[in-house]
Nanobody
Framework: QVQLVESGGGLVPAGGSLRLSCAAS????????MGWFRQAPGKERGEREF????????AYADSVKGRFTISRDNAKNTMYLQMNSLKPEDTAVYYCAARRFPRVERRKSDYDYWGQGTQVTVSS
């Protein structure tokens, strides 16, 4: 039984930084590509947008390139998203996701498991 649990969200001023964590359990962590998606306030689950993903390589949404860094610690079964130079438009619920294959994908339909989300609010 796969479980993904996000943490690290909070309130931060524009220009600040946060690091999100996603702790995984119930599966062989190294065999899964993992990623981060986000959902802006008022949007439904189906409107979650791609942020970043990691496997043997990494991928980023254009809106976060140069500001966010995705990483993973296989020994700890944990994935991270370091977010720097945060902007008010980054405000969203951030979701951890995993898929049953190692290839990085950008479409939310390619991911099989989801965490509960963690709120990130960037004030102006």
């Amino acid at each position: 039984q796969v479980q993904l649990v996000e943490s690290g969200g909070g309130l931060v001023p524009a220009g600040g930084s946060l690091r999100l964590s996603c702790a995984a359990s119930g599966y062989t962590f190294t065999n899964y590509a993992m990623g981060w998606f986000r959902q802006a306030p008022g949007k439904e689950r189906g409107e979650r947008e791609f942020v970043a993903a990691i496997s043997w390589n990494t991928a980023y949404a254009d809106s976060v390139k140069g500001r966010f860094t995705i990483s993973r610690d296989n020994a700890k079964n944990t994935m991270y998203l370091q977010m720097n130079s945060l902007k008010p438009e980054d405000t969203a619920v951030y979701y951890c996701a995993a898929r049953r294959f190692p290839r990085v994908e950008r479409r939310k339909s390619d991911y099989d498991y989801w965490g509960q989300g963690t709120q990130v609010t960037v004030s102006s």
